[in-house]
């Protein structure tokens, strides 16, 4: 049989920390990853580098680039799209199982400490620190729901939505907008609306992907 990797975890926190800086745009779209400059900047060998960046490279966050090397991929303007089509129905279904669920004491504290998290942001929160509060907000919607399927269908998704994410929470404006529309949601799931909770999460995800889709555009044009 083939000897264990003896380093698992020392690979997932040399992913983590690689999709977080994928995610929040440390490291941009486009730019070559070189694995001994980047084992230096982490404190850690090659080897979990390299493993790190081939698991990345099947969710398609890196591309192959030269000789044993790596870049970060583009977002692709219709794969966001089509990836935020299937987010709503999604996030639509959980809205709804999640409002027929609103007397679960401990998914409702949980929702409501993850939308007093977020609409606690101010101009000095971070890009990384407004997609953690985000994913934090769905995900306690996904648990009040009920269904663990939705949150299995989901996951893998998650470092692609990471990435769309930090293309309109970085715009200062969609910061507020984006959490008082977080606010509608949990407010019809709370008061057990399962039809209102429907809508607005169905709403929010088709805006989002609206957003990211056209500043996505607007980038390549103004590349061209």
Not at 86 to 100: Q, T
Not at 142 to 158: D, F, H, K, S
Not at 177 to 185: K, L, N, Q, R
Request: zero cysteines; proline letters at 4%; glycine letters at 8%.
């Amino acid at each position: 049989m083939i000897p264990l990797d003896p380093l698992p975890n020392l690979i997932d926190q040399v992913y983590a920390r690689i999709l977080e800086a994928i995610s929040d745009r440390t490291l941009q779209p486009g730019q070559r990853i070189r694995q001994n400059e980047l084992a230096d900047r982490l404190g850690v060998s090659r080897q979990p580098v390299s493993h790190a960046l081939h698991l990345l490279h099947r969710q398609g966050l890196v591309a192959k680039s030269g000789r044993r090397g790596f870049e970060v991929t583009q977002l692709d303007p219709a794969r966001i799209r089509q990836l935020y089509e299937v987010r709503g129905a999604i996030d639509a279904l959980a809205a709804r199982l999640a409002a027929e669920r609103a007397g679960d004491a401990a998914g409702r504290a949980r929702l409501e400490a993850a939308l007093a998290a977020g609409r606690g942001i101010d101009g000095k929160t971070t890009l990384a620190e407004l997609i953690a509060l985000d994913v934090a907000f769905h995900r306690a919607i996904y648990r009040l729901a009920g269904n663990p399927v939705i949150e299995e269908t989901i996951t893998p998704q998650w470092p692609h939505m990471r990435r769309s994410m930090a293309t309109v929470l970085s715009e200062l404006d969609y910061r507020g907008s984006a959490w008082a529309e977080h606010a509608d949601i949990a407010g019809h799931i709370l008061a057990g609306d399962a039809k209102a909770a429907e809508r607005a999460a169905l709403a929010h995800a088709q805006t989002a992907g609206r957003m990211t889709e056209e500043r996505l555009r607007a980038t390549e044009e103004a590349a061209a």
